[in-house]
Structure formats: C-alpha cells, structure tokens
C-alpha cells in the first residue's frame, strides 16, 4: 500500500508530462503523437486499478505484481 502510495504520485507527475509534450506535439505538427496517447490511456488505467485495491475494491495487485494493463 505504502509503496502504491509513492507510485501514485509519480504516476500523475509523469501524465503531467505527457499532458505537455501532447499539446506541445498537436501545436507544432498539428496532430497527437499516436504512441504519447497510448501510453496515457494505459498509465490512466493503471492509476484506476491502483486506486480500486487502495480502496478495497479488489484484491488484485496491480503493476508491477501483474502485467501492464493494455489501453482499452
């Protein structure tokens, strides 16, 4: 739980990034970076599912003690 707890933060730090160099992306070539969207669709289902098992939701642990949830 403790270590989920440190996870989260960075987690949404490292969305703040992807935030940025997105819109950063869609003003200077006028398009999403395919791969940046991916990658923040299945961080932000990986946050979901850490915040269901610090909830009690769920008994299954996320990443990094199951695999990398897959953007949906």
């Known amino acids: 739980m403790l270590f989920f707890i440190i ?3 960075l987690a ?5 990034v ?7 992306s869609m003003l200077i070539f006028g398009k999403a970076n395919d791969q940046l969207a991916h990658f923040g669709t299945s961080l932000g289902v990986w946050l979901k599912d850490v915040a269901a098992f610090q909830a009690g939701t769920t008994e299954t642990r996320p990443f990094p003690w199951s ?3 897959q953007a949906k």
């Open 67 to 69: 695999d990398w949830p």
């Open 7 to 9: 996870a989260i933060g």
């Open 18 to 24: 992807i935030a940025i160099v997105q819109f950063l």
């Open 12 to 16: 949404q730090s490292l969305l703040n």
